[in-house]
């Protein structure tokens, strides 16, 4: 599964408007309740609560791949994406890597 999740980042990442890098992450799954049924805006369904803020995290529909992890501790390593969007700073991550740390 995480193998669609890297397709998906790989096409974004053809975006002028944003920078990536890799980075390992720490903290808390939480879901955006908000975001009640598969979505094509930009609202992700799952955000991690980490020591610098709140990233959105990306899964390209695939919320089962997160899901386990709903209000868990978990180390995340993934692509970071940060990007304008109609005038807003958007932060996400596209995972590659999740590993529970409970």
């Known amino acids: 599964m995480s193998h669609l999740l890297l ?13 990536s890098t ?22 992700s369904r799952w955000y991690l ?7 959105d995290i990306y899964t390209s529909g695939h919320d089962e791949t997160i899901a386990p992890y709903a209000d868990k501790r978990v180390r ?3 692509e ?6 109609e005038g807003e700073h958007h ?3 596209r995972p590659s890597k999740v590993e529970p740390l409970d």
């Open 91 to 93: 932060r996400e991550i």
């Open 7 to 19: 397709a998906f980042a790989l096409t974004f990442l053809s975006c002028s408007s944003a920078t």
């Open 76 to 78: 995340i390593t993934g």
């Open 49 to 55: 609560e980490a020591a610098d803020g709140k990233w």
């Open 22 to 43: 890799e980075r390992v992450f720490e903290g808390t799954v939480h879901e955006n309740k908000a975001v009640s049924k598969p979505h094509f805006q930009r609202m």
């Open 80 to 85: 970071v994406i940060e990007s304008e969007i």
